[in-house]
């Protein structure tokens, strides 16, 4: 009796420590919070909220985003946000990644293709990351010279871009970027949204294969 006994404690022992490994891995407040104010019309994506002028944000997109989102579950959309409160000419920034984002997508690009080498965003992004981080870079003569550095990387001209951002996709896809302001108040950016309602903390991730994981277990939230 005693044995059988044992075995039956060892079993319920080993069960507890299964469930706090899966179901209890992650904690609200330390590894994420959920948004008083969910991002609407977000269910099954996971939003970037990023600024050009961040320098966390060209971290991220030189090593870890390349590598997390063709990793992402089938059934989450990549859908990258740019913050236009951040940086002198952060109005600029959106409109032309706004401009640059709806190309990729009427080429045929995915979401995950949007860190390869065929994204205009990417080469546009990539353009101003390396002047402002890099070469220091400041655009003193205006945002003309801003605009210049990132329509030069995609090879479009001033005048392709000033009718192409009055497209009312556009329009209203920078009315959806709007939501990031809300986002970045928290912990700044970057910063990372599960189906518009969980928002992941990037001081707790230490890892591509963590940062997925937790990833995974709130799009089921």
């Given at each position: 009796?005693?044995?059988?006994?044992?075995?039956?404690?060892?079993?319920?022992f080993a069960?507890?420590a299964?469930?706090?490994?899966?179901?209890f891995?992650?904690?609200?407040?330390t590894d994420?919070?959920?948004?008083?104010?969910?991002?609407?019309?977000?269910?099954?994506?996971?939003?970037?909220?990023?600024s050009y002028d961040?320098?966390?944000?060209?971290?991220?997109?030189?090593?870890?985003?390349p590598?997390?989102?063709?990793k992402?579950?089938?059934?989450?959309?990549?859908?990258?946000?740019?913050?236009?409160?951040?940086?002198?000419?952060?109005?600029?920034g959106?409109?032309?990644f706004?401009?640059l984002?709806?190309?990729d997508?009427?080429?045929?690009l995915?979401?995950r293709?949007?860190?390869?080498?065929?994204s205009?965003?990417?080469?546009?992004?990539?353009?101003?990351?390396?002047?402002?981080?890099?070469k220091?870079?400041?655009w003193?003569a205006?945002?003309?010279?801003?605009?210049k550095t990132?329509l030069?990387?995609?090879?479009?001209?001033?005048?392709?871009?000033?009718?192409a951002?009055?497209?009312?996709k556009?329009?209203?896809?920078?009315?959806e970027?709007?939501?990031?302001?809300?986002?970045a108040?928290?912990?700044?950016?970057p910063?990372?949204?599960?189906n518009?309602?969980?928002l992941?903390?990037t001081?707790?991730?230490?890892?591509?294969?963590?940062?997925?994981?937790?990833?995974?277990e709130?799009?089921?939230?």
């Amino acid at each position: 009796m005693m044995f059988k006994f044992a075995k039956t404690i060892i079993k319920s022992f080993a069960l507890v420590a299964l469930l706090a490994g899966t179901s209890f891995a992650f904690t609200e407040g330390t590894d994420y919070v959920k948004l008083a104010k969910p991002i609407p019309n977000a269910q099954g994506t996971l939003i970037k909220v990023f600024s050009y002028d961040c320098p966390f944000c060209y971290k991220y997109d030189k090593k870890i985003t390349p590598n997390l989102v063709p990793k992402l579950p089938s059934d989450l959309k990549f859908r990258p946000f740019h913050l236009k409160t951040k940086g002198k000419y952060g109005v600029q920034g959106s409109e032309l990644f706004a401009v640059l984002l709806l190309k990729d997508q009427k080429a045929g690009l995915s979401d995950r293709d949007l860190y390869t080498e065929k994204s205009l965003l990417k080469k546009a992004k990539m353009a101003y990351y390396t002047a402002y981080h890099d070469k220091k870079e400041r655009w003193d003569a205006g945002p003309e010279a801003y605009l210049k550095t990132g329509l030069d990387a995609v090879g479009m001209s001033k005048a392709e871009f000033d009718k192409a951002k009055n497209d009312p996709k556009v329009k209203a896809l920078l009315k959806e970027w709007d939501q990031s302001y809300d986002v970045a108040k928290i912990q700044g950016v970057p910063g990372f949204v599960v189906n518009g309602k969980y928002l992941v903390m990037t001081k707790s991730i230490t890892s591509i294969d963590g940062m997925l994981k937790l990833i995974n277990e709130l799009k089921t939230k």
